[in-house]
């Protein structure tokens, strides 16, 4: 087997069955097998691949493991030369996922290559990421990404070729086995956020190559799992920061990002609660923002339990 597709899936029935009619249509010509991990969900998602897509291998997990564990359970159970990690909302749009493949296949240095993610009305996300830096976690990336195109590069500017770049957004993802073999899977460690920046670290370290490849355009619809749980999904966001500078920036500089991020955190509470207080709360958007900024506060005065995320105890 060439091509192993694997998504994982928590909730989304109807975004996974899209995702994986439009996997069917366009890895025909691949030899492709399709994996869906399952984390434990409560919409019928299981039943419904199972009856709408009887060849596709589906593992399904007695609650959410989180996105790298559940990724490596497909990953270790394929030969594949290559792995596409996909989003259960992602749409594979035309001929990315070949696309994808060719560009692997004649660039031998190449760990990763990432495709272009599109919003529903064909406008680009941002589907490039920088390793993170004080830069890019305390100040504003998109700023950075127009005053310092170059070093960050991103969705304002237009790439007519293939471009080298830190790490690629995971919700399209081609990997090869090689890579993965000589730096290994996931790092189980991140539940949600930054578990494939910190892959791509590791590859970089080891000496392949990450490509963004913006001629593979794949709809995203963007965090369906994770937005009925806002509050909780940022703290994740928050701790996999955190973990990222632990394990590859030093005790030293993870102090230092904590301590960035909670004085800029105390300037959002602060200036969003006056927001509301002027506004009579009367703002919704404002109101959800506040209810976030608090959660997260109280989440680190309380010494950032587990808990309080989305990660399960165990």
């Known amino acids: 087997m060439i091509l192993s597709v694997i998504i994982v899936n928590w909730n989304t029935k109807e975004f996974l069955l ?21 984390n434990g969900s409560t919409d019928g998602s299981g039943a419904a691949v199972r009856e709408r897509f009887p060849e596709v291998g589906l593992i399904e997990n007695p609650m959410n493991l989180g996105f790298a564990r559940a990724n490596n359970q497909a990953l270790s159970r394929t030969r594949a030369k290559y792995s596409l990690l996909l989003n259960p909302d992602t749409k594979v749009k035309g001929e990315a996922i070949e696309r994808l493949f060719s560009f ?7 760990g990763v290559a990432g495709g272009q993610l599109l919003n529903s009305d064909g406008s680009k996300q941002n589907a490039i ?10 100040l504003n990336k998109n700023l950075l990404r127009r005053m310092f195109p170059n070093r960050f590069p991103g969705k304002v500017r237009s790439y007519p070729e293939p471009i080298e770049v830190d790490s690629v957004i995971g919700a399209g993802m081609m990997v090869r086995r090689e890579a993965m073999e000589q730096v290994g899977l996931l790092d189980e460690d991140y539940f949600l956020f930054l578990e494939e920046t910190d892959w791509c670290y590791r590859m970089k370290k080891a000496g392949w ?16 799992s994770a937005e009925r749980e806002k509050k909780r999904a940022r703290v994740e966001y928050y701790r996999s920061r955190y973990l990222f500078f632990k394990k590859n920036r030093g005790g030293l500089q993870w102090a230092l990002l904590l301590t960035g991020l909670i004085l800029r955190l105390w300037v959002e509470l602060i200036s969003m609660s006056v927001a509301c207080f002027f506004t009579l709360c009367l703002v919704k958007k404002w109101r959800s923002k506040l209810s976030i900024y608090a959660y997260l506060m109280w989440w680190h005065l309380r010494g950032c339990p587990r ?6 105890m165990q």
Do not use: W
């Open 307 to 312: 808990e309080m995320g989305l990660k399960p």
């Open 129 to 138: 990421a920088n390793f993170p830096s004080f830069a890019t976690e305390l």
């Open 104 to 110: 692997m296949e004649t660039h031998s240095e190449a």
């Open 18 to 38: 899209r995702c994986l009619e439009s996997v069917r249509q366009t890895v025909k010509g691949l030899g492709a097998e399709v994996f869906v991990v399952d």
């Open 209 to 224: 190559k990450i490509y963004y490849v913006p001629q593979a355009e794949i709809y995203h619809f963007q965090g369906r």
